[in-house]
């Protein structure tokens, strides 16, 4: 079946660092969301990507949908503490008209540097 | 709109008793995804319903789990008997069909424990 490989699984971050993560999957996907988990709380919506090299930002988030649309990238530029939280990628293969099921990610957990 | 409203959001309970979980989603959606989380397995999808029906139960982890949805604003997650390995965050999502979106918004999410 289909799978998504993100990576790092965890990192530490320092306040003002640039920030990268990225997706990979055995199979090409349609669609490429990036969400952010908070303690306690829903994963959350962060950008959208619907178009192979398509380059969407969001604030000091930036996420690209990769030429072969088997892989996607999430950049945070100039990190704050409250970016801390779990990050995943989703991707959906559309079926026809159908919605096809969104595949997530194991998540990358950003951490503040001790 | 009050985005998608979990309840409860806390649940402890013994093994063999029933859980049942509940969602309200967004209102005009027609999509509404039940994911279950764990450390181990991260996301993972149960089972989803189109314009209340469902499409695909592939997810559902054994017949001891079941999910309705009798109205476009209402939806239940039953375990039952539940087990303790059945013990994870629940999260339902709903979403909106249409040309270019369909993103999930996720509700706060329901943490079973079960002893």
């Known amino acids: 079946g289909q799978q998504l490989n993100q990576s790092p699984q965890s990192m530490f971050i320092q306040e003002g660092e640039d920030v990268s993560m990225n997706c990979t999957s055995s199979s090409i996907f349609n669609t490429w969301l990036w969400y952010k988990q908070d303690p306690g709380e829903g994963p959350v919506l962060l950008i959208a990507l619907y178009k192979a090299g398509e380059l969407t930002s969001n604030g000091r988030l930036t996420a690209q949908f990769g030429i072969t649309r088997k892989d996607s990238f999430l950049n945070i530029s100039a990190s704050i503490p409250s970016d801390v939280g779990i990050y995943f990628c989703?991707?959906?293969?559309?079926?026809?008209?159908?919605?096809?099921?969104?595949?997530f990610g194991k998540g990358t957990k950003l951490s503040v540097k001790p | 709109d009050a985005g998608v409203i979990q309840s409860p959001r806390h649940e402890v309970t013994e093994m063999g008793q029933e859980v049942t979980l509940r969602c309200k989603p967004i209102s005009g959606h027609d999509y509404l995804f039940w994911y279950r989380q764990t450390m181990m397995r991260g996301l993972e999808l149960l089972i989803y319903?189109?314009?209340?029906?469902?499409?695909?139960d592939s997810g559902m982890p054994e017949d001891r789990f079941s999910a309705k949805m009798p109205n476009a604003s209402f939806s239940t997650l039953k375990i039952q008997p539940s087990e303790p390995r059945d013990s994870a965050v629940y999260f339902c999502?709903?979403?909106?069909?249409?040309?270019?979106?369909?993103?999930?918004?996720f509700g706060a999410g329901s943490r079973l424990t079960v002893l």
């Open positions: 999502a709903s979403s909106l069909r249409r040309a270019g979106a369909n993103v999930l918004t």
């Open positions: 319903f189109n314009n209340n029906v469902p499409i695909d």
């Open positions: 989703a991707g959906r293969v559309n079926y026809g008209g159908s919605q096809g099921n969104l595949i």
